[in-house]
């Protein structure tokens, strides 16, 4: 099936432009610490909307059919930022919450649902694409022309750069400096990623080319795949399972070998409406080491359910079992197939694909939402362990509340400070306990930094300067070992910018009792 491609390329360098402008803004705002970077409920949506929109907007529109691609993708764009205000609500109050794991997978699970999300728009904005098949192509061309194209920004960044040395080397150092403006690079790479894809979309049989080459090298991998399965399989009966959950990355590897199964039968069976890609003896033997992938599934649930039944549930492990769960239906799906069909069964991969398909992208959606927010089902799972005594207030894990649980960890952590001080300052821990005492100048061991312009005679005393800094867990553990090398001493540590480079330093001053400099 040839789908059509009429670019209208003014309009995709247009929208290309306008996310190179999106970029730079949402870096200034961060570079100035201005609006968004510091209310996270609009950040997140805009950086969401200015990476994800353009981009499938240059991967979708076609010729006369730019008003049907606008609407779409602008509705998609209402989505995903609702989901985004939501996630970035999470995030909030700003400075106080841990956002790396939030941000890590919402970075994720967004990107793999707007990928999948793309490809159903392109089959129904396309004329006469219907079926399971436009599905299939607009899969792997929107795959080998993203690549291509960040190559392309790659090698073309390169260029750039010997450019504006050899024109430095001759004493024109125009370019060099032009090209260490952000908003010049800015520009320049969103408009040289969004020509990359103007030239890889209209180069279709070229695409098409690279992706049947993909799909033959993985052809004659997959045997292999599936002998090497099969023989691990008559193995772990005679070794055991514990063997294979002590290490604590059995289930990884199970369910990373089922994901990597699964993709490589698609790449080779495709639409599965062609003739076998093998000869009949392969494809029976193939057939039947279908039935190898419930196995892992259930191996894979074992290992999930052992931890589960130690740890209780954390947003990993609910993330493990969203991933065990569509694994494990797309198993079951293609293994019914064959229940049903036989050896005909890839007959029925479009019908499990699609369902499945959309299946995924509703999860994916919902897990950014209230509906199906893992970081508070982690921390109504956490609290259930506490107050009912499965773990004792010594034994829990507060850490993880202010790591991983984002805004409801933190006003988790605010409760317990309401319902109990003595508690609280157990959950601290003694190190941010004292990081605390030592910012607070009514908790400082009666020390005054500075009162008539002498310093503190007070033994094993840190003063901070600014009064309310907060260091670094490294900077603090550092500090912390020297105090204890210089016993009776007073520490002052100073955070200055030595060196104007817009990064902090530490400089720690030790005076005896006495005033005197060590």
């Known amino acids: 099936m040839v789908l059509p491609s009429n670019l209208p390329k003014l309009l ?3 929208a290309a432009g306008l996310q190179g402008l999106g970029i730079y803004l949402l870096y200034r705002s961060f570079d100035e610490g201005l609006w968004p970077s510091q209310s996270p409920m609009w950040f997140y949506p805009m950086i969401s909307l200015v990476l994800l929109l353009p981009a499938g907007f240059l991967l979708t529109v076609e010729r006369s059919r730019e008003r049907a691609t606008l609407v779409r993708v602008g509705a998609y764009g209402m989505v995903i930022g609702l989901l985004g205000a939501y996630v970035g609500y999470q995030a909030m109050p700003f400075g106080e919450v841990r956002i790396y794991g939030l941000s890590a997978t919402y970075a994720i699970s967004l990107g793999i649902a707007s990928f999948m999300t793309l490809i159903f728009v392109q089959r129904q904005i396309t004329d006469d694409a219907t079926g ?3 599905l299939f192509i607009y899969s792997w061309r929107n795959l080998v022309v993203g690549a291509l194209s960040l190559a392309f920004l790659g090698g073309a960044f390169l260029m750039y750069v010997l450019w504006a040395a050899l024109f430095n080397e001759i004493g024109i150092g125009f370019f060099q400096a032009l090209f260490r403006e952000v908003w010049f690079v800015t520009f320049l790479g969103a408009l040289t990623f969004g020509g990359g894809v103007i030239v890889f979309r209209g180069l279709t049989e070229v695409v098409d080319s690279i992706s049947r080459l993909v799909s033959g090298i993985i052809k004659l991998l997959l045997p292999f795949l599936f002998a090497m399965t099969v023989v691990f399989l008559v193995a772990l009966p005679f070794t055991g399972l514990e ?12 369910m990373v070998l089922t994901f990597i199964l699964l993709l490589c039968i698609n790449a080779v069976y495709q639409t599965g409406v062609a003739l076998s890609p093998y000869p009949v003896w392969l494809h029976y033997a193939v057939t039947g080491a279908l039935f190898t992938l419930p196995i892992f599934s259930a191996l894979s649930f074992y290992g999930l359910y052992t931890r589960l039944d130690q740890y209780a549930w954390t947003v990993v492990r609910y993330w493990a079992f969203v991933v065990w769960l569509m694994l494990c239906l797309f198993s ?7 229940m049903k069909r036989g050896v005909a069964w890839p007959a029925m991969m479009a019908s499990v694909n699609s369902v499945l398909g959309v299946f995924v992208i509703v999860v ?10 893992f970081r508070k089902l982690s921390l109504a799972s956490q609290m259930d362990r506490l107050t009912s005594g499965a773990v004792s207030p010594e034994d829990f894990d507060d850490q993880y509340l202010r790591d991983e649980l984002a805004r409801p960890g933190y006003l ?16 601290e821990g003694e190190r941010d306990h004292e990081v605390r005492q030592r910012t607070q100048p009514e908790n400082r061991k009666g020390i005054d930094p500075v009162p008539s312009g002498s310093m503190s005679p007070q033994p094993d005393a840190l003063v901070l300067a600014p009064a309310d800094l907060v260091l670094p867990e490294p900077v603090q553990v550092a500090i912390d070992a020297l105090m204890a090398k210089q016993a009776g001493t007073v520490g002052y540590v100073l955070a200055v910018d030595f060196d104007e480079d817009e990064q902090t330093e530490y400089a720690v001053l030790l005076f005896e009792p006495t005033g005197a400099l060590q």
Do not use: C, F, H, K
């Not at 079951?332 to 064959?338: E, F, P, Q, T």
């Open 332 to 338: 079951l799906g293609y293994v019914l197939a064959v």
């Open 364 to 373: 994916l959606l919902l897990s950014n939402s209230p509906l199906l927010d």
């Open 412 to 427: 988790a952590l605010r409760d317990l400070i309401a319902q109990d001080p003595v508690l609280w300052r157990r959950l």
């Open 243 to 254: 063997i294979l959950w002590s290490t604590n990355q059995g289930t990884m590897l199970l």
């Open 12 to 14: 995709m360098l247009t």
């Open 132 to 134: 399971y098949e436009p």
